[in-house]
Nanobody
Framework: QMQLVESGGGLVQAGDSLRLACVTS????????MGWFRQAPGKEREFVAA????????YYADSVKGRFTISKDNAKNTVYLQMNSLKPEDTAVYYC????????????????WGQGTQVTVSS
């Protein structure tokens, strides 16, 4: 059972940046595809970004493309989400997730989830 722990959330102003991190002690981390999702109050959880375990191909939701960057450091068992030019509509709880499956944009394809970290962007 892989355990994922997110950190880096907080309260920022519009236009600011944050970097979220998600770390695990699981030694098989390097073989997992990783994703970031978010859930705003009253809304369903949605895809934000994902990265393949090999090659590092990345995918982004249209709403964050050009502002967010996902990266993976296998040596540190950590996946990051660099968030720039934050907007109030980015306010949500952000979750990292891990999967061995291929459909990285599909929330139900992810097998392991972190507990989430709150990001609040004020206008």
């Amino acid at each position: 059972q892989m355990q994922l722990v997110e950190s880096g959330g907080g309260l920022v102003q519009a236009g600011d940046s944050l970097r979220l991190a998600c770390v695990t002690s699981d030694r098989t981390f390097s073989t997992y595809n990783m994703g970031w999702f978010r859930q705003a109050p009253g809304k369903e959880r949605e895809f934000v970004a994902a990265i393949w375990w090999v090659g590092g191909t990345t995918y982004y939701a249209d709403s964050v493309k050009g502002r967010f960057t996902i990266s993976k450091d296998n040596a540190k068992n950590t996946v990051y989400l660099q968030m720039n030019s934050l907007k109030p509509e980015d306010t949500a709880v952000y979750y990292c997730a891990a999967t061995l499956k291929d459909a990285l944009l599909i929330i139900t394809e992810y097998e392991y989830w972190g507990q989430g970290t709150q990001v609040t962007v004020s206008s």
